[in-house]
């Protein structure tokens, strides 16, 4: 038997070196080992299961939470999917619904959220003028407890009629920024 070399000897460990390494970084890729350090999801986790067979049908439930960040409100909307959703695996809704969270997919029911930096319909399209510590307020919204103060004016309730003060404590609604605007005026100049 002919002795090994040593270089060659070494160029053959690193060769299996390296082999082995690509096999190692092939199966954490492919999800066949989780990677050093990080946990692997739960395999009954509900959007972790990305099973490519569970698509949409035309009897899928969709419920569409919206949570609005400056009125702490939220709309659910429930549907059945349109006619291009049908058909669709997570992966293609998630392409389709970029920015929300998909909390549930499956057949039956898909659940999806999304936060929105802004009021609810209800507080951005409605104004009105009332009173808040002695001041003249305007909120955000209809009038009533879920109303949101957006600025206090430093009008003074105590140099207006009783009158306008009543309808102030019911809650003044105005249409427009101009209307907002004169009426703030009209208060100011009593």
Known sequence: ??????NLKRRALLAAGLVAAALMLAAYAGGMLPWPGKQRPAQDAEVGK????????ATTDFAQKITYLKCGDE????????????GLNLAQVQKVYAGWTIDKFDAQEVEMSLKVD????????NTFIGVKD?????????????????????????????????ELRQGMVVKSREELLRTLEGMQSR
Do not use: W
């Open 50 to 57: 990305q099973d490519t067979k569970i698509k949409i049908t």
């Open 134 to 166: 002695g001041f003249v307020a305007v909120y955000q919204g209809r009038p009533g407890p879920r109303a949101i103060v957006r600025e206090v004016t430093a009008i003074p309730v105590r140099n207006l009629s009783a009158e306008d003060i009543e």
């Open 118 to 125: 802004s009021y609810c319909r209800e507080h951005a399209n």
């Open 75 to 86: 709309e659910v909307y429930r549907t059945k999917p349109a006619d291009n959703l049908i």
């Open 1 to 6: 038997m002919l002795p090994f070399p040593q």
